[in-house]
Structures are given as structure tokens and as C-alpha cells.
DNA sequence: CGTCTATTTGAATGTACTCAAAAGCGGTGG
DNA sequence: CCACCGCTTTTGAGTACATTCAAATAGACG
């Protein structure tokens, strides 16, 4: 069982630097993590908060939020299996939390903290690179969203959205796409529905 | 002349990753770069073409832009002195390129190619830390950027680009910064009317 | 100067928003 | 098993911010 869901790991080291890890590597790194169980709508960092902790999702989902100085939420980002997620933000720089992580369901997750992280990175080339490599990955696809953001109107996101993320479609509650995508929930079930007309009609 | 402005990477490793580098260790990297100039309004990198190289800012600036289906613009970054600015998109993924490159003034730049990049990280473990720490920053950066352009009106975003980026207000053109912020040139000739009455006024 | 590009201004329009309420869905307890 | 409650999604009507279209003004460069 806990094999079974800690392969997620391996494979995302495979699919980040392109090649597993011996088993010493595994080892290594493994050690550095731990496991936690929490049950959904558990907040993981909060704003304001130091955040130490980066999240591997072995099962479950769980988001992260920004607040404006209207209170409305706004969503950074989703994971589920497979994924990792942390406030960035005060995970790098050691500054109070800027986003709200909070699970979805209830979520199996491998837990690093920063002091290892940093151990891990220095000790070992091999985990930097890895490191790296996931940061470029997130960047250039966070880069791609904001493009999309600032250049297609909300039915294109969407429809990019479930070309991107199908699995995520019938997961996540509709209004906290339609924050993800910047839009009201009133608006994403208006299109969808001109969506779905538009398919039927064809 | 060349000593002074070349100062200006070794600022960038010292800022980056929080100590200068030894002699050693910069002419080492220093030796994988090479210095070209551009004149204003040169294309670095376009659109469908691989782009294999980033570039470090010497003297003059550059921006990178998205132009979507309906060939509009969109501003994804500016650099100006002590920057690096590239198609982070093609370079990383080794794909054809989704933004274009172009100086806005006469430019100087150290050019870093792809090879020369795998392989610095590749021998050195602290210039891997120096890339890694440098997406990092790159990462946060954006995000932050996203969570404003998702939660903020226009007028605020503009605000808050004064507020970071002060430097760049009477050297980037107004219709460059509006594209930036996501709207039209119209507008932000409208919100800067409005926001100087404000000022005035108090 | 004259030309080309950038910025400003005006008027009409549109996409997504707000406010409001109904309908749908899912879980819980009588 | 059904009734109820809370939460999510849908629908309707009016609104607002930024857009489009259009043109005038201002600025930069040869």
C-alpha cells in the first residue's frame, strides 16, 4: 500500500530529470521526508504564516489561494497524486505566507521542510539538478498561463483549461476553477453552457 | 569598460546566491559566455523558431512578448542592465519558440547557449545552485505577478508596477507597460490621467 | 520642418461583474 | 427512506470597467 503510493515519487523523479534514482538515492532522499495524513478542508500554511513545508501528494488534492485586500479568494494552483505544492513564496524567502493551502479531500501526503530541502540540495548534485529542473518545468508553465491570461478571453481559458487539465475537470468544484481561470462562478456556468450548446449543435 | 559593465555578473551571483564567486569559478563561467551587441529594435529570439540562447544584460534592454491567434501583443518581460531575459519556454523544453525577443535600445549582452548551460551545470554543482535559486526567484516573481493580475483592477496593477519597478517608467514606452499590465494603451493613458488628478488633488 | 510613431481624448460597445433568487445536489438525522 | 439543510450551480436583469473605433495632439527622429 505505501509502496504502491510512494512509486508516485519515483516516477516524478523519472519524469523530472528523465532517469530513476538507485535505491541508495531513494533512500536518501526518503529519509529527508515524512508522511502525514490530513483530512479535507485541513489548512496547510496560511497567510501571514512562515510556510517551511513543500507537500508531495501520494492521495487526495489540496489547492492554494491568493486573498485580495477584498477578501476574494483567487486559486494558484491545484495538485492531486503525483504532485508537489507549497506556498513559494514563503517557502524561498523565509518571509510571512502570501497564499492559503488548504486540502480538498482527505490527503495522504510526503512532507520536506526547508532545512532539508537545503541539506539535500547541498549534499547532493544530483537533488539540486532535480530541483532545478522541477522550478524550470513550473516556471515555464506558469509563464504559458499568464500568456493565456492576458491574451484569451475566459471561454478560451476554459476550454484550454480542460484541454490541459481534463482530469481535474469533475475533481475540483467549478467555482474554484472559475477563480483559477480569474473569473466569477455566474460567468464559467454561463459558458459552459454556450459550450456545451455549441457542441450539440454540431 | 568592458570590467565595468561585466561587474554587473558577478552583482548578479553575488545577489543571487548571497556571496561573490572566486576568480576561478567566474572566469570559468565567464569563458562559456560570449558578448554580442544589438542594435535597437533587434530580434533575439522569434516565434516557431528554437531559441537556444539566454541573454545577460550589459547595457541598453530587451522585452519579451506573446502575440495570440488574433496577432495581438503581450508583454511577458522586460530586462534592462543586470538581468537575463530569454524564450525560457523553447529554451528549456528544446521546442520551437512561443514569445519573441527584441531590444528596445542598442544592446550588449553575454550570450549563453543551451550546451554551454548543461554542461556548466552539469561539471559545477554551484552553478547548478546559481540556476536553481535564480528560477526560484524568477518563480515567485511570476506568481506574484499572476495572483495581482487575477485580483486586481487595472489601476492597481499599474500602481503596483510603479511601486516595483520605478526604473523602468521613462524607459520602456507607455504602450509596452500597458500590454505588461494587460490592458490597452487607451487605458493606461486614461488610468494615468486619473491617478495624477488623484495626486494633485491631496 | 515633415513624417512616423506614441499618447491622449471622445463616444459607443461588450465582456464579465454585481445583485438577487431559483434550482440542483449531497449529506445527515429523524 | 425521506425530509431537511447547507452548499454549489444556474439563470435573470442591470451595471461597470475596459474595449473598440475614430480622430486629434504630442513627441521623436531624420
Redesign the pocket.
Known sequence: MEGVEEELLRQNFLHTIGHSLTEEEYRYFRQNLFRRSFDKKSILAEVSRESRYVYFILSGSAYSYYVNKSGDKHVMQFAIEGYWISDQYSYFTGRPGIYTLETLEPTEVLVLNRESHDKICQTSHLFEHFFRILMQNAFVALQYRLAKTNSE???HRYLEFTRLYPHFINRI???LIASYL?????????I??KVANKQTSV
Chains 1, 2 share one sequence.
Not at 480569474?182 to 460567468?187: D, E, L
Open positions: 478571453d475566459a471561454e468544484p467549478q467555482y480569474g473569473i466569477k462562478p455566474q460567468s464559467l456556468s454561463r459552459r453552457k
